[in-house]
Structure formats: C-alpha cells, structure tokens
C-alpha cells in the first residue's frame, strides 16, 4: 500500500499507546474501585459497630435499645440509601429491614474484625452490606445475633468511576500530544524530500548534472542512486549525440555525391556514356543504402532485444552457408569448425547473425583470393567462443582498437565498406554481456577475430 510515512508514523505510534492506555485504564479502575470500597467498608463497619453496641438482653431476648430516629439518622449520608437489619439465634428478625439478603455462600469478598462484606441486590439496586456476628453471654449461655448494614454502592461507583476518567482523559491528551509531535516531527524529517523533488522538478530534462542537496543520511542513499543514474544517461546521451553527428556526416558525403553525379547524367547527351553512368549510379545507391541500414543495425543494436536460448554451432552453420557461394566468387577457401559439445547462449539470434556476418565478410574482402576462412566455434569453462579467422593481411595491433571505432577504415578504400562492421560487432558482442578481441592469426599471419559470449546451462537456461 502507498501509505504516507506521516501517517504510518502516528499509527504506529499512536494503536500502541491506544492498547497501553486501555489495559492501564482498566487496571486503574480496579484500583480505584478497590479503594472506594475499603474507604466505605470501614464506615459500614462503623456502623454495624455502633448498632450491635446497642444490642441488649431483656429477659432471654434480644433487643436494640437505640432510638429509632438515629438508626434512620444512618440512612441520612450522602447520596446512598443505607439499610440495617438485626437478627437474633436461627436468624430470628429483631428489628430493620427484614428481607435484606443473605451473603450467598462464597460470594463474601473479605472477612474480618468478626464481619465479613459482600455485594447483593436489594430492592433493585446493588448494594454492599457488612454482616458482623456477635454473641452476648449470660446465665452460661452465649446469645449470638448479627448486625447488617447495608448501602447502595452509587457513591463508591463514581468515585471509582471519576478517578478513571480524569486519568483518562489526561492519558488520552498525552496521546493526541504525542501523536501530534511524531506528526510535526515526521513533517519536518521529511521536508529535505520536499526540497529534494522541487530541485529535481525545476530541472529542464537535459540537464543530467548530479543533484546536489542537503538531505538527511537515510536519503542520501536514494540520491546516491539518483545521481548514478543520471551520470549513466549522461554518458549515453553522448554517445547517442556522438552517434547522430557521426552518422549525418557519414551520410550527407554520398548523398552530395549522388546528387553529382545525378547532374552529372542529365545532361549526359551520349546514350552510351549515359548508361555507363547510371550503371554508376546504381552502385553508389546500393552503396549509400547499406551505409544507410549499418547506420541503423548500429543505433539498434544498444537498445533493449528479446533474448532466447541459443545454440551457437547451429546459429553460426547457417551464417556460415550463405557466405559459401560468395567466397567462392572470390577464391576463399571457407570452412567451419563446430565445438565438440552442443553449446548454448543467451542471445539474440538476429543480431548475433548480424555479428558474424559482418566478421566473414571483413575476412572474405579484405583477403587476397587463394585464402583460407575458417569460423571456429569453442568453449571455456564459462564461456562460448566464436572465432573468425584468416590469413589475409590482418591489422597490425596498433591500429586494432582504431578498427573498432565506428567509420574508422584502414585497409584499401576502393573497397566497399562503411568502417561500421567492426563496431556493430563489439557492441552486439556487449549487449550479450560478452567481448569481442581483435588477435593474431595463427602463426601470426592474418587476423582472428575473437567474440566470448557467457555461456548457459540449456536444460535451467540459467
Ligand atoms: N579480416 C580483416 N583483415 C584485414 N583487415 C580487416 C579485417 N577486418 C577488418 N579489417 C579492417 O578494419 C576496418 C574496419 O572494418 P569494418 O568495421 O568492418 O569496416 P569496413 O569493413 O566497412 O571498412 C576495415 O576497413 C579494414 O581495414
Ligand atoms: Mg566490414
């Protein structure tokens, strides 16, 4: 998801501070609850105190001898309904409110001082009641009786309730603060971002400089990248550029040549001499065409191809074959070597033909007839190679890496050729991740062109 860092930011800052303060919440109002009731357990106590000091023997009965306006005086605290009841041996009633409930057995929540404390439900409401037992001993026997106090436990519940709502409500101010600074603190982390794209939207798309900003180290890296980028597209835009003055100088030279000779035969009053110049102009057309096709095999072959498996001795057979007819027209002997084991590539096959169509007819032309041609194909560990070797003139190794400069001729000029054979080969050999070495022919005589391509698993292609 394309979630803004701000936001993510808070959210993992904020759901965990969200849970922390709802389990403390709830453990807060435990507590406070728990407090609340031990402050009001103690004056219920009080209370059943105060009434079963009031207990007293008439006769062998039991009676309370407190006036029964301070027993309602009790019932006067606060918000609470209070209640009280007074039972006798086998829980005969005495006096109070009859029906107030019996702690059910182990529901008593604590027990102490001769009483023990427990919530119940009376007269729809729940209420927290004190029962403290007590015996009055006379004419050896023991007279036991118990007093209940009970009170509605609305106070104790908004005690407990108020305590944990102004905890809360200060918890949850600290969150939205906190939240609000992670905001504003993300806001400001990222601002060199900010700054970062304007610099970047500002620039015309020529302008390939690195990009040069303050920005935090974490962002730095991304530059880095950026800037690395840019450097690469620069050095291809030159190329490219390079390339495009390279090609219309290559190309305007024929083109004014063929306009000449245009001229030249229009007013070309003798048929005779009229054919003869068109029969030239033919041969420059075809010329200027192919220069025209190398021109773009060149601009292509540095783009993006469609790569397959390959074999290399089957591709460069079939190369080889159409070249028969055509070097025994110049007296080559033409012959191909295949490698012992079937050999596979990644590659493209159009421009891989391309590539050693281009090294057997450098060697067929530029060989003197009687010479021998041979395409040998070989591996090493990782690699598969492919050499075209003569035993023609060769180029002397000074000049070797001048031959592979695009319109860069060296041997004859009446000879036809552009100067681009060469370099499309090395960079075809490139885009395949391979090279291509200008050597000796054997023995030092003639010219071996060497063309290493990585080679492949062909049952993984990998
Ligand atoms: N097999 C070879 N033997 C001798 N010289 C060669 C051979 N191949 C290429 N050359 C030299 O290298 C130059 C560059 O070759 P290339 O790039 O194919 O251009 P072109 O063939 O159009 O001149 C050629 O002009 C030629 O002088
Ligand atoms: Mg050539």
């Not at 759901?15 to 109002?29: F, M, Q, R, S």
């Not at 609305?154 to 407990?160: C, F, P, S, V």
């Not at 050999?343 to 033909?353: I, T």
Request: proline fraction near 4%.
């Amino acid at each position: 998801m394309n979630q803004s860092l701000r936001t993510s930011f808070s959210v993992w800052l904020g759901v965990p501070l969200l849970i922390a303060a709802g389990i403390l919440l709830l453990e807060n109002y435990h507590n406070a609850h728990r407090s609340a009731n031990a402050a009001h357990d103690n004056s219920l106590y009080a209370s059943a105190l105060a009434i079963a000091d009031h207990v007293v023997l008439e006769g062998s009965s039991l009676e309370v001898d407190l006036p029964y306006i301070a027993l309602e005086m009790l019932s006067a605290t606060g918000e609470d309904r209070v209640y009280y009841k007074v039972v006798g041996e086998d829980s005969t009633f005495i006096t109070g409110y009859k029906d107030l409930p019996e702690p059910v057995t182990g529901a008593a929540e604590r027990s102490e001082r001769e009483t023990t404390f427990f919530d119940s439900r009376f007269r729809g409401q729940t209420i927290r009641i004190a029962k403290l037992t007590r015996s009055i001993h006379r004419q050896s026997r023991d007279f036991e009786f118990s007093v209940y106090v009970a009170e509605t436990v609305g106070e104790r519940e908004q005690l407990a309730r108020e305590l944990t709502t102004s905890f809360g409500s200060r918890f949850l101010l600290l969150i939205v603060i906190v939240v609000a600074i992670a905001w504003i603190g993300a806001s400001r982390a990222l601002r060199p971002l900010k700054r970062f794209e304007e610099s970047l939207s500002r620039r015309s798309y020529h302008d390939l400089r690195p990009i040069d900003v303050e920005v935090p180290a974490e962002i730095n890296v991304l530059v880095a990248a950026i800037n690395q980028l840019m450097e690469r597209l620069q050095r291809s835009f030159s190329e490219i550029r390079a390339f495009v003055d390279d090609a219309s100088h290559q190309l305007r030279t024929p083109l004014a040549s063929l306009k000449t000779q245009l001229e030249v035969a229009v007013n070309e009053p003798n048929p005779e001499t009229l054919r003869s110049r068109l029969d030239e102009l033919l041969a420059s057309t075809s010329r200027t065409g192919r220069l025209a096709e190398q021109l773009l095999v060149h601009a292509r072959a540095g783009g993006s191809h469609d790569f397959e498996q390959l074999e290399l001795n089957q591709l460069t057979e079939t190369v080889v074959r159409g070249w028969v007819v055509s070097a025994l027209e110049s007296g080559i002997d033409l012959g191909f070597d295949r490698s012992k084991a079937a050999l596979s590539v990644r590659g493209n096959a159009a421009l891989l033909e391309e590539l050693f169509n281009n090294l057997i007819q450098n060697a067929i032309q530029y060989s003197p007839s009687g010479s021998q041609v041979t395409l040998r194909v070989s591996q090493t560990d990782a690699c598969g190679v492919v050499e075209v070797i003569d035993n023609g003139p060769g180029i002397p190794e000074a000049l070797r890496e001048d031959a592979l400069r695009r319109f860069r001729r060296l041997g004859p000029k009446h000879l036809s050729g552009c100067g681009l054979g060469l370099a499309i080969a090395k960079d075809i050999a490139e885009v395949h991740g391979g090279s291509l070495l200008l050597c000796d022919g054997p023995g030092g005589i003639g010219l071996r062109v060497r063309l290493e391509l990585p080679k492949i698993d062909p049952a993984t292609g990998a």
